[in-house]
């Protein structure tokens, strides 16, 4: 371990002596792109150093874990505020507390467990007896969490076009891990979260960077959401309290970053790279709900191949998506997770104590959010 951290606190001292050198800067001519060819420059602009810069700096303010009110939790939230306010002066973050409802998740869980129970799992099958351990486990931790604000950061730049058309990119920036085997959740010891999510958390602060220095035509709003390992609770207090604001709005979606860095060959059941997947509902959960995600999905998908045509967010109707982007399509919000690609390549350290910054795959994190940047920004001008 100590080997580990000192090999670890070189190359963090070796990746921001070079992003010194390397800050994100425009041109004046820049700054108000007319083409997508335009906006794709913006994009690529962005240096592979200057993002893997920002996942060491999540990383090591929030070791060893950014689980839900610990003290790593705190520091990673000040790191985020930071960050936003050095690169984004004229629009600082915001902060809103909320409080955990402990009670409700709690049932949830229990309902959750009854439920797999019904469905013809043995009840003295070892599967069983740890899925009852997790539940016990999550209901233990929900406990402790009663009485600890969560705090949501909140970051907006209103288009000069239309600005009140709005689209929101949400990450959440804490943790959680389970024994692999028996699945316990316990809120101590090492919880790294590499890709689960501090790798959409740099991604998400690598947007704020460019659009912070683009006149953009639409209002980007992105939201870094705490206590989301615990029930999806910032998400859901955020939509909650901002949901007659949002009525009012012209919201043409909500997109969830998650897990950005996961993405090999050879475990790789379809053997390709760069897979990656844009989930929407499914027609048999909400027909009109699944019609109006893929819309926003195929935008997303085809705008961000022409900005990086070596990673692909291939539009994927999944049922049960448990994400944050959950309390968006419940207030009938479009709704899409970028991610990897979890068929055919689903990360197995997520979760786990070994989600390490040195099993992610730099190339095509790098890839996936220059093409992520790149879509957002020609959403806010139209361009396709």
């Known amino acids: 371990m100590k080997l580990y951290l000192i090999v670890f606190s070189i190359l963090i001292y070796s990746i921001n ?13 820049e700054k108000t792109p007319k083409t997508l060819s335009q906006v794709n420059r913006l994009a690529i602009k962005l240096q592979r150093e200057m993002l893997v810069s920002k996942l060491h700096e999540i990383l090591m303010a929030g070791r060893p874990s950014r689980f839900f009110g610990s003290a790593g939790n705190k520091k990673v939230k000040d790191k985020i505020i930071e960050m936003i306010d050095s690169s984004s002066p004229s629009n600082k973050a915001t902060l809103e507390l909320f409080d955990i409802k402990t009670d409700e998740i709690k049932k949830s869980y229990s309902a959750d467990f009854d439920k797999y129970l ?9 599967e069983a007896a740890n899925m009852r351990l997790f539940t016990e486990s999550m209901l233990n931790v929900l406990d402790k ?47 790294p979260g590499a890709d689960n999510n501090a790798t959409g958390v740099a991604a998400a602060l690598s947007l704020i960077e460019v659009a912070s220095q683009v006149s953009i035509g639409k209002t980007l709003r992105v939201i870094f959401f705490d206590g989301e390992e615990l029930g999806q609770s910032g998400s859901k207090a955020y939509v909650e309290a901002h949901q007659e604001e949002l009525s009012k709005l012209k919201v043409a979606g909500f997109i969830n970053l998650l897990m950005l860095g996961h993405d090999t060959v050879d475990k790789d059941l379809s053997k390709k790279s760069g897979n990656f997947r844009a989930y929407t509902r499914t027609s048999d959960e909400n027909e009109k709900g699944a019609t109006i995600d893929l819309v926003l999905a195929n935008y997303i998908s085809k705008v961000a191949n022409k900005v990086r045509s070596s990673v692909e967010f291939t539009p994927t109707p999944r049922k049960d998506l448990f994400s944050s982007q959950k309390a968006f399509t419940d207030a009938q919000i479009p709704s899409v997770i970028l991610t990897h ?36 920004l020609a959403w806010s001008f139209d361009m396709r």
């Open 17 to 29: 002596a070079n992003s010194e050198e390397k800050k994100y800067t425009l041109k004046e001519y």
């Open 341 to 376: 690609d979890w068929e055919n390549d689903f990360n197995t350290d997520h979760h786990t104590k070994q989600d390490f910054a040195e099993t992610l795959n730099f190339s095509t994190f790098h890839n996936a959010t220059q093409a992520i940047i790149g879509s957002v």
């Open 145 to 191: 969490a009663k009485e600890i604000k969560g705090e949501n950061i909140i970051w907006e730049k209103k288009g000069y076009l239309q600005p009140d058309e709005v689209l929101i990119i949400g990450v959440n920036y804490d943790t959680i891990a389970q024994d692999p085997k028996k699945f316990i959740v316990s809120g101590d010891g090492e919880m």
């Open 118 to 126: 019904a469905s013809g799992v043995s009840p003295g099958s070892e």
